[in-house]
């Protein structure tokens, strides 16, 4: 396999970097697994590995294009997400201490939430058309490469999200005090937000 796709293993270290680091979704799935359980992370985990590795696809049969095409289009998707971003920071930071609970599921991201985060966010669409350019190759295989990258990125992403609920989730424990639940959704709430925006700013 590596002698035919000699680009694999870096792309493996590379999706491993890009799924492992703190970000945006990262820092959702902690904040979820904290407030609701480990479960209540999982859905947010496979909406955007899955959205993510569909990208992948995508953009590896030209569908990415249009963002190099159309650079409005770029800017518009970067500050819709960012407003995204920002609204759910806002819905963080203001829930109540009576809204943490494992039952409540309705202030929970769930998967469509995550996976349509991954769509409006140029920067994913500048990463598929990286990892596109640099680890598909060309010639032939090049489609069934992109399909390989795909599953790869997605297989690699769910472990390392999975890595970040676990850290939520054994954080919840910390959480008993009224105080101790509104000072972490206020640091995740920043957190979320700075990571929206220094993208923008940067």
């Given amino acids: 396999m590596l002698s035919s796709f000699p680009t694999l293993l870096p792309f493996l270290m590379f999706a491993f970097v890009a ?4 970000g945006p979704t990262n820092i959702l799935v902690l904040s979820n697994s904290a407030r609701y359980g480990l479960a209540a992370a999982l859905p ?7 959205s993510a590795a569909t990208l992948v696809l995508l953009v590896g049969t030209g569908a990415g294009s249009s963002l190099m095409q159309w650079p409005w289009l770029q800017t518009f998707m970067q500050w819709a997400g960012v407003a995204w971003l920002s609204y759910l920071a806002w819905q963080i930071f203001r829930a109540p ?5 494992v039952q409540d599921t309705e202030s ?4 469509i939430g995550a996976a349509s985060l991954q769509w409006i966010n140029p920067k994913a669409w500048m990463m598929a058309l990286a990892v596109v350019s640099v680890f598909a190759g060309a ?12 599953l790869a990125f997605f297989l ?9 609920a676990l850290l939520g989730a054994g954080s919840g424990r910390w959480l008993r005090s009224p105080r101790a639940i509104q000072r972490f959704n206020g640091c995740m709430a920043l957190l979320l937000l700075c990571s929206a925006w220094l993208s ?3």
């Fill in 19 to 22: 799924a492992i680091t703190p």
């Fill in 44 to 50: 947010i985990i496979l909406g955007a590995c899955a």
């Fill in 97 to 101: 201490v009576e809204a943490i609970a």
């Fill in 108 to 111: 929970r991201l769930g998967w």
């Fill in 139 to 150: 010639g032939e295989e090049r489609f069934a490469h992109v399909i390989c990258l795909s």
């Fill in 156 to 164: 690699i992403s769910l472990p390392c999200l999975g890595v970040w």
């Fill in 200 to 202: 923008v700013l940067a």
